[in-house]
């Protein structure tokens, strides 16, 4: 059977499967059985007792069966695939803990009595919730539970209140470690660590808009985020930033002192020695970068002492402390992987480890906690594994069933400018996005437009500066993250809604939630924009 047809009828059958309830994995592999069974025996659909004389059933374990089968333990053995389970427990063990609402509160003392604070404080804490475990459903839940009872009872209008929770919890697609760059690295033979590298900017620039635009929503219309009546004691505004200063000399200078340790073990070993053949340079490493630290911590010393005092500097500890455990693990998960430490998967059980630590240390580790939190990530994990099993399954069969190269040549032979093609593929994944899991179109999809993306003219991509060669497949894993951005809001199942709907109060619909997403979705789309016009702002820290 003709490619074309087969096209065709995994198309339709697809979304019949999807329709009427079937779960993707298994939607999936129903497929691939078919889309075999179309090109490589046909006479099964025809004369099912002829079994056993056709090139996938005379000899089991051999031909397009073998190269598929093999295809998925290839997958499934990939050693960075052992992070997913590892990030998704590191953000069940934070849900569970009260770390997340301790951090909370101290960005809420800091920015509760500007406009809009408790708005973009919830858009802080989600990025940095998203920095330390890269999973999305966990952050809306929690930023539901946590902060969306505060706004409403502040009296914030109730759409900001929904799609900043909603926006701003998704951003785990977005900013490293994202789960999603870290299938797209696995299933494109992409660098995984140049994609988190790619994506830092773009994710940061998406949190910044939204919390942009809560600022100029919330100055254009004050009635959308009244300001809290001040709460006894409440510092004023020169106190609080002289206060927040010292709680910030008091982290850099206990930054400075770990980096200055570090210094002092690498030299003793040996590692920072430039005559060793072979040598890497370790990041803030050399002894070179002594005097600059020492400076640091010196400047941060003279601020508490001589400038916020000590009674101001412990109390500006005392509300800020909150945020401390957070930016350890993001700095023990992040700082290991670009500092060259560890690997991927090495830093997702390190970030583990180290918030059950932060948990036992204050008290709340126990049997119930990691029970629940070890039966959530196997859930979690489970529907993602059978989603890629299913996905990979079905992407393989079509590509031997050569797919691929069929799309590849209508979309060419359509002689299309190449913003027009990239424009036409964001318009098929936003709407897929509104459809299916980010599992299913990362290993649909991506192995079919990523190959015609490399093959456009290089020059063409963008408007604003050229991209290299070797970052095509990074800045198209970034423009795609960027899309399943925008897919987590997107009705009719955008999975944010129904996360938020889980533990919002009863008075609020599953309409109302969707009603809230529409203007963050325009910001989304900006972002989005963004990157098609300036492709180049994802290779700046490359």
Known sequence: MDVGTISIVLVFGLLFLLGIGMPLGFASAILAALVMIMKFEPTLLTDPTSFGTGLLTSNPGTGPLYLLTQ??????????????????????????????????????????????????????????????????????????????????RLGYNQNLAIGTICASGSLGTMIPPSIVLIIYGLITETSIKALFTG?????????????????????????????????????????????????????????????????????????????????????????????????????????????????????????????????????????????????????????????????????????????????????????????????????????????????????IGAEMPTMLVILTMMVILLFMGAFMDWVGIVLLIIPVFLPIVKRLPIDEIGFLGTLSPQHVAIWFGVLFCMNMQVSFLSPPFGPAAFYLKSVAPPHISLTDIFRGFLPFIGVQLVALAVLLIWPTIVTILL
Do not use: C
Not at 96 to 115: E, N, P, T
Not at 123 to 144: C, D, K, P, W, Y
Not at 231 to 245: A, Q, S, T
């Open 71 to 152: 295809k998925i333990f290839d997958l499934m053995t990939e050693y960075v695939l052992i992070s997913v389970p590892l990030f998704i427990f590191m953000a069940a063990l934070l849900e569970r803990s009260g770390i997340a609402k301790q951090m909370y509160d101290s960005l809420d003392f800091w920015l509760s009595r500007a406009r809009g604070g408790v708005a973009i404080v919830t858009s802080i804490m989600a990025v940095l919730m998203a920095a330390m475990s890269g999973i999305i459903g966990g952050e809306v839940v929690l930023l539901g539970l946590i902060a969306l009872p505060q706004m409403l």
């Open 199 to 411: 994506a830092f900017i773009p994710g940061f620039m998406l949190a910044s808009f939204i919390m942009i635009y809560i600022v100029v929503r919330t100055q254009l219309d004050p009635s959308q985020a009244p300001l809290p009546e001040p709460r006894e004691g409440d510092p004023e505004g020169g106190e609080k930033l002289v206060m927040f200063g010292g709680f910030v000399s008091v982290v850099v200078a206990g930054i400075s002192a770990i980096l200055l340790a570090r210094i002092a073990f690498l030299t003793v070993m040996g590692r920072n020695d430039p005559s060793v053949e072979g040598f890497e340079p370790p990041p803030l490493g050399m002894v070179s970068d002594l005097p600059w630290l020492i400076g640091i911590g010196v400047l941060a010393l003279l601020f508490i002492f001589l400038v916020a005092g000590r009674q101001r500097t412990a109390s500006g500890w005392e509300h800020g402390k909150g945020l401390v455990p957070p930016l350890a693990v993001i700095g023990i998960v992040l700082g290991s992987i670009y500092g060259g430490v560890t690997g991927i998967t090495e830093a997702a059980g390190m970030g583990a480890v180290a918030v059950f630590l932060i948990a036992l240390f204050r008290g709340e580790a126990s049997v119930d906690l990691l029970w629940v939190s070890m039966m959530r990530t196997l859930r979690s994990t489970g529907t993602i594994i059978w989603v890629t099993i299913g996905a990979a399954t079905l992407a393989g069969a079509y590509t031997l069933a050569g797919g691929p190269t069929y799309i590849a040549q209508l979309i």
